[in-house]
């Protein structure tokens, strides 16, 4: 069984930042992806960023050049450096891995973005 846990959402100011890190336990032998998605109550779940095996990386554009993904595999460990944020960035941010062909969710983090 495989469970992802998020930490480092809270509160920050505009313009300021966080690092979100997203730990994998359980039977895990490869990644294809991680990832994060965010979801704001009654809105669909939209993605953030993803990261393969291979280390390609996809972003949305609305947060290209101020977000960055990064993973340690000998740690199971993804990572969402968060620069610059905006009150728009507010939500619940949800780590996603996809391991041997299976969907797993986080339970997510909140970040509110507010001055």
């Known amino acids: 069984q495989v469970q992802l846990v998020e930490s480092g959402g809270g509160l920050v100011q505009p313009g300021g930042s966080l690092r979100l890190s997203c730990a994998a336990s359980?039977?895990?032998?490869?990644?294809?992806?991680m990832g994060w998605y965010r979801q704001a109550p009654g809105k669909e779940r939209e993605l953030v960023a993803t990261i393969s095996s291979d280390d390609i990386t996809n972003y949305a554009d609305s947060v290209k050049g101020r977000f960055t993904i990064s993973r340690d595999n000998a740690k199971n460990t993804v990572y969402l450096q968060m620069n610059n944020l905006k009150p728009e960035d507010t939500n619940i941010y949800l780590c996603?891995?996809?391991?041997?062909?299976?969907?797993?969710w986080g339970k997510g983090t909140l970040v509110t973005v507010s001055s």
């Open positions: 996603y891995a996809n391991i041997a062909g299976r969907n797993y």
């Open positions: 359980g039977t895990i032998f490869s990644f294809n992806v």
